[in-house]
């Protein structure tokens, strides 16, 4: 089972980015999936999670600009930043309950310059 995570970059503050993370693999299920994001200098956070049905969750720094959705035929998380801040520079992982084992992707770099 292996997650990848993609659409990361550089982008211009205010600007918009949509990452997606993917599973692959002898999968049976999948429950919840989510994204953390580590800062430079700073331990990895929590960005976003969302279930099987669709209820999410957002850190109280991003509610409002980041969006994260699934497409559970396509086992793909997604995260839409809107409103990009210098502040969200970091490198973006997914991660996903997979067959009841958490696994994580290898993680993709967002860099918004100011």
């Known amino acids: 089972v292996q997650l990848q995570a993609s659409g990361g970059g550089l982008v211009q503050a205010g600007g918009s980015l949509r990452l997606s993370c993917s599973a692959s693999?002898?999968?049976?299920?999948?429950?919840?999936m989510g994204w953390y994001r580590q800062l430079p200098g700073k331990q990895r956070e929590l960005v976003a999670t969302?279930?099987?049905?669709?209820?999410?969750n957002y850190a109280d720094s991003v509610e409002g600009r980041f969006t994260i959705s699934r497409d559970n035929a396509r086992k793909t998380v997604y995260l839409q930043i809107d409103s990009l801040k210098p502040e969200d520079t970091a490198v973006y992982y997914c991660?996903?309950?997979?067959?009841?084992?958490?696994?994580w992707g290898q993680g993709t770099l967002v860099t918004v310059s100011s």
């Open positions: 693999g002898s999968i049976f299920t999948i429950n919840t």
């Open positions: 969302i279930g099987t049905s669709g209820t999410a």
């Open positions: 991660n996903a309950y997979i067959n009841a084992r958490l696994y």
